[in-house]
């Protein structure tokens, strides 16, 4: 007997028993991305199938463009982990999770096959169509976990996804030479970038002083809008990218 999905895409149905009740109140208006960063397929569906583990996703999105749904979407899938975005930190409770394969950094990382992106756009359209999610709040797992997390990568082809109306992004300002800011560096340069990175959304500590979190912040950025060049270091293209970015947002209270 088949049973039915919450997606109006073609996809099957293999539960996963990781999940739990959604916060009270939480309003689902985020999609994050991930890989899965495993060897093959098969050992990433164990791993989010399996009740030791304490891990899952919502949806699982094969390299040929086969989707499963693990967890419904109305169940708080246990993707996210430790993170934040504009100062939320149960991203779990008001989120969609959709983990794509891909071994990763870790163990060979390559681009996503046309198949596989074009799966991955129809059923992120309709989680948004269905869910009234913002462009915007189409997110990667490292943009919500940037000291920790560095999926799906500087590969992902975010822009594909922008072009069929899903997530923000700009075409990344022209890589220049000259060095701008880097960790260690302070004053309010530094404080100015800290305050942009948050308004989008990135935890990062307005303080001036270019720390640790302040890069891994601008790392998550570049990886996600400016892929050519990730190092942590803020120069004009980042600073270029990242105003045009805010300039593109629709609302800063959406």
């Not at 996809?11 to 960063?37: K, M, Q």
């Not at 967890?71 to 993170?83: F, L, Q, Y």
């Not at 756009?121 to 943009?143: M, P, Q, T």
């Not at 992902?156 to 069929?164: G, I, K, T, V, Y």
């Amino acid at each position: 007997m088949s049973v039915a999905t919450d997606t109006s895409v073609k996809a099957r149905v293999h539960p996963s028993p990781n999940h739990g009740e959604r916060a009270d109140g939480a309003r689902i208006d985020t999609v994050v991305l991930h890989y899965t960063g495993m060897q093959t397929a098969e050992a990433a569906l164990q791993r989010l199938c399996d009740p030791r583990a304490e891990v899952s996703a919502h949806y699982l999105v094969y390299e040929e463009g086969t989707i499963l749904q693990c967890v419904p979407e109305a169940r708080r899938a246990w993707h996210a982990g430790r993170s934040s975005w504009k100062g939320e930190t149960d991203i779990n409770s008001r989120s969609i999770g959709v983990e794509i394969v891909n071994p990763g950094h870790e163990f060979g990382y390559r681009p996503f096959p046309e198949d596989q992106i074009e799966a991955v756009i129809a059923l992120v359209s309709d989680i948004c169509r269905r869910h009234g999610i913002a462009a915007w709040r189409v997110l990667g797992h490292s943009d919500i976990a940037p000291d920790r997390k560095e999926d799906p990568g500087e590969l992902f082809p975010w822009d594909r996804l922008s072009d069929a109306g899903i997530g923000l992004y700009v075409d990344p300002f022209p890589i220049g030479t000259g060095l701008f800011m880097q960790e260690g560096d302070r004053g309010q340069p530094v404080e100015a970038v800290q305050s942009m990175l948050g308004l989008y959304g990135y935890e990062v500590n307005i303080s001036g002083v270019f720390d640790e979190g302040t890069r891994n912040a601008v790392t998550a950025f570049q990886r996600h809008f400016r892929p050519e060049k990730v190092d942590g270091i803020v120069d004009q293209s980042t600073i270029e990218t990242l105003n045009a970015l805010l300039r593109k947002l629709p609302s800063l209270s959406e």
